[in-house]
């Protein structure tokens, strides 16, 4: 299963991986924007689309007032090295109404929630183009603690998408990946929503930012890559990631052989064969 109709060069795979690397947030790539160093974006896109990204995320994390003509910049850089599509990584969805039409083919909303006015400027947007969201599971009151409370907002987004003709296959549900060490009850919270969500929708995409499990602990890949088999496990089929990251990427390959998503190990192996994974070739 491709991602919004993307073109895989050798393979295939369940798993849409949002490639993470070009994001404002990020201490290098705030000083490439500043800089508008056009060709550390376009090593960055580049290199997440050779690893095997669905999509590739662009957020500027700049303020609004410079933000949109600054996410067309990065726009250009990255559609000048890939034809994948590209997340559009925006907390504004003004600026996300003016950035987006300016990709050169239908890609990602990131992101709306149940905060505000969001969905109700984001939707009617992209009802009738094949552009996909994501969707998180907040609202005005901020992240719900418990399970049931971030269903209530699905429920509710679910309506909405339901109002405005946006087909579950386009939604990529966020349960909102929270600190492991400050969290109540692990990631209990999360396997609910997730395997709920999945139980209701079995074409919708559940997504999650898997990095988000493990701030502020140490040795961080090692609690990233537990996760991410657990809620693979649960019902992901969508992650914001590092598509460098070869551990990750194994153990991606790895549990989908493990939950019977790759016929005789067939994508396992050639990811293999492709590096991917594994010793570098």
């Given at each position: 299963m491709a991602a919004g109709g993307c073109q895989k060069n050798w393979r295939e795979t369940t798993m849409i991986i949002i490639g993470e690397k070009i994001n404002g947030s990020i201490p290098a790539v705030a000083e490439a924007i500043a800089k508008r160093d056009a060709?550390?974006?376009?090593?960055?896109?580049?290199?997440?689309?050779?690893?095997?990204?669905?999509?590739?995320?662009?957020?500027?994390?700049?303020?609004e007032a410079e933000e949109a003509e600054t996410l067309k910049w990065m726009i250009d850089c990255i559609q000048e090295v890939t034809d994948l599509p590209i997340s559009v990584d925006s907390p504004s969805p003004d600026?996300?109404?003016?950035?987006?039409?300016?990709?050169?083919?239908?890609?990602?909303?990131?992101?709306?929630?149940?905060?505000?006015?969001?969905i109700d400027k984001i939707f009617p947007a992209i009802a009738d183009t094949k552009w996909e969201v994501i969707c998180l599971l907040s609202d005005d009151t901020g992240?719900?603690?418990?399970?049931?409370?971030?269903?209530?907002?699905?429920?509710?987004?679910?309506?909405?998408?339901?109002?405005?003709?946006?087909?579950?296959?386009?939604?990529?549900?966020?349960?909102?990946?929270?600190?492991?060490?400050?969290?109540?009850?692990?990631?209990?919270?999360n396997t609910e929503v997730i395997s709920t969500v999945r139980s209701q929708y079995p074409d919708i995409h559940i997504t999650a930012a898997v990095s988000n499990i493990s701030f502020n602990l140490p040795v961080r890949k090692?609690?990233?890559?537990?996760?991410?088999?657990?809620?693979?496990?649960?019902?992901?089929?969508?992650?914001i990631l590092d598509p460098t990251n070869r551990d990750l990427m194994g153990v991606i390959y790895a549990t989908e052989a493990l939950l019977g998503e790759d016929e005789y190990c067939m994508e396992y192996i050639g990811a293999y064969r492709e590096g991917i994974f594994g010793p570098k070739k």
């Amino acid at each position: 299963m491709a991602a919004g109709g993307c073109q895989k060069n050798w393979r295939e795979t369940t798993m849409i991986i949002i490639g993470e690397k070009i994001n404002g947030s990020i201490p290098a790539v705030a000083e490439a924007i500043a800089k508008r160093d056009a060709d550390f974006i376009k090593n960055r896109a580049k290199m997440q689309a050779e690893a095997g990204a669905s999509f590739i995320d662009c957020c500027a994390s700049v303020p609004e007032a410079e933000e949109a003509e600054t996410l067309k910049w990065m726009i250009d850089c990255i559609q000048e090295v890939t034809d994948l599509p590209i997340s559009v990584d925006s907390p504004s969805p003004d600026v996300l109404l003016e950035v987006f039409p300016y990709c050169k083919r239908p890609g990602l909303i990131n992101s709306v929630s149940g905060e505000g006015d969001k969905i109700d400027k984001i939707f009617p947007a992209i009802a009738d183009t094949k552009w996909e969201v994501i969707c998180l599971l907040s609202d005005d009151t901020g992240i719900p603690k418990c399970a049931a409370d971030r269903l209530k907002v699905f429920d509710k987004i679910m309506a909405k998408a339901k109002e405005y003709g946006i087909a579950p296959s386009r939604m990529h549900i966020d349960p909102l990946v929270e600190m492991l060490c400050t969290s109540e009850n692990g990631i209990e919270t999360n396997t609910e929503v997730i395997s709920t969500v999945r139980s209701q929708y079995p074409d919708i995409h559940i997504t999650a930012a898997v990095s988000n499990i493990s701030f502020n602990l140490p040795v961080r890949k090692m609690i990233n890559l537990g996760f991410t088999v657990l809620a693979m496990n649960a019902g992901l089929d969508s992650a914001i990631l590092d598509p460098t990251n070869r551990d990750l990427m194994g153990v991606i390959y790895a549990t989908e052989a493990l939950l019977g998503e790759d016929e005789y190990c067939m994508e396992y192996i050639g990811a293999y064969r492709e590096g991917i994974f594994g010793p570098k070739k």
